[in-house]
């Protein structure tokens, strides 16, 4: 599931400068109950209109992409009551973020 983000925005920055090409990974506790986990590339970024159809199943536009990653990863998220989107990064590239409740111990 991370994985896939990780390599899709490892893919987004194929044409960036090698020192540009960080990929930060980063998790908070939103509240007790609750973590958001954000992973944030400097890559192409993403057109407002495709925000949500990126989600879609078969949704690509690479050569050779598949569009199932995002698809499979909301789903998983989704059945585990958390929330997938994405949003622009500041410094060029975009966020996607997740949350997902904190397993009670
Ligand atoms: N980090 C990202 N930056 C920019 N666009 C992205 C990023 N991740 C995904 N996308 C866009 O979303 C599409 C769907 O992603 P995904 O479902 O993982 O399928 P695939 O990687 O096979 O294309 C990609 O083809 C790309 O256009
Ligand atoms: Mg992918």
Redesign the pocket.
Same mark, same amino acid.
């Given at each position: 599931m991370l994985l %896939? &983000?990780v390599? %899709?925005?490892i @893919?987004? !920055?194929q044409d960036v400068a090698t020192n540009q090409r960080a990929l930060d990974i980063s998790a908070r506790l939103l509240t007790a109950r609750r973590v958001e986990v954000a992973?944030a590339?400097h890559?192409? /970024?993403?057109p407002p209109d &495709?925000k949500e159809?990126?989600?879609d199943a078969f949704?690509?536009?690479?050569k @050779? /992409? !598949?569009? !199932? /990653? &995002? %698809?499979?990863?909301r789903t998983i998220i989704e059945f585990h009551e958390g929330q997938l989107w994405?949003e622009d990064n500041a410094g060029g590239?975009?966020i996607?973020r997740f949350t997902l409740p904190v397993a009670e111990t």
């Open positions: %896939n &983000l390599k %899709n925005g @893919e987004a !920055m992973i590339d890559g192409y /970024g993403v &495709l159809r990126l989600f949704f690509t536009t690479k @050779e /992409g !598949m569009g !199932m /990653g &995002l %698809n499979i990863c994405v590239g975009s996607f």
